[in-house]
């Protein structure tokens, strides 16, 4: 197993860098820099827990720790499940499977960007946005490789030891992005789908202001099916959303936010110009 060879520390961060907050009992959100991933499994209870994304490259030693003071040095997770396999959701990916030996799931369509066989598009530095778009330049783009350790996702959308969850195929951001979901108490996790920041200003990343945008624009790169991808999400009518970049966002702010954004998608999410504007 390796990471890319582009693989590096990024140096942007934001407020919410190094701290957690509980969804419930049963769901913990943890920011590394700017973006989130999450602890799935209730730590009171002997059940398995699984962890949603692995955050930024270089963070693996952040991330077992944090996952320790939840959960034990000895309870390690049964797997990882990735909404997708962009450098800030996959930057600690190959640490972790090696320190816990689990394995790894993931939508079939994203597999060979995770078997080194496929780089994603680099990201377009071109596209109308804020600074980060502008410096996204220097994010990687080149495909971990996590060998036997990666296996799809069943067709049947359940997620193996996750009987309560389902994953929804959500592409647009990249081919194989998935989204997972709750129907026991309509909690959606968004992956990058949307987001609930302006993750292309560098200000809003920085102090994590609350609104909710389509997806990142720099590595975005068919905005028709992002689009529908945010409709298919609308129509469960989810209760909270947990998205990949901001904070967990509920109740009206969630439901009307969505809304705007499905019925103005064209003109809040989708760039005036970019090089994966067609």
């Not at 499940?81 to 816990?100: K, N, P, R, S, Y």
């Not at 936010?257 to 003109?267: A, N, T």
């Amino acid at each position: 197993m390796e990471y890319g060879e582009d693989q590096k520390y990024i140096p942007v961060t934001s407020i919410n860098s190094r701290l957690g907050q509980e969804i419930g009992k049963d769901i913990y959100c943890y920011t590394i820099q700017v973006v989130n991933l999450y602890f799935i499994g209730n730590p009171e209870k002997n059940e398995e827990w699984f962890i949603i994304d692995t955050g930024m490259p270089k963070s693996a030693n952040d991330i077992i720790s944090e996952a320790e003071k939840r959960y034990g040095a000895t309870r390690i997770p049964k797997a990882i499940i990735l909404t997708h396999g962009h450098f800030d959701h996959v930057g600690a990916v190959v640490d972790l499977v090696e320190h816990w030996n689990i394995p790894v799931y993931a939508h079939e369509l994203e597999i060979p960007y995770l078997t080194g066989k496929k780089a994603y598009p680099e990201p377009d530095r071109t596209v109308e946005g804020g600074l980060v778009a502008k410096i996204s330049s220097i994010f990687p783009n080149e495909p971990v490789h996590l060998g036997q350790r990666i296996h799809p996702l069943p067709n049947d959308a359940s997620i193996p030891g996750l009987t309560d969850w389902r994953w929804l195929h959500t592409p647009g951001h990249s081919p194989g992005h998935i989204s997972l979901f709750k129907d026991k108490d309509r909690t959606l996790i968004a992956g990058d789908a949307f987001i609930t920041v302006r993750q292309d200003s560098l200000f809003k990343v920085l102090i994590q202001k609350e609104e909710i945008n389509g997806p990142p624009r720099y590595l975005t790169t068919d905005w028709r099916e992002a689009w529908e991808s945010v409709k298919k999400l609308e129509s469960l009518n989810p209760n909270v959303a947990l998205t990949g970049h901001g904070n967990p966002v509920s109740g009206d702010f969630l439901t009307a936010g969505l809304s705007r954004l499905v019925r103005k998608f064209d003109s809040l999410a989708i760039p005036d110009y970019g090089k994966f504007i067609h």
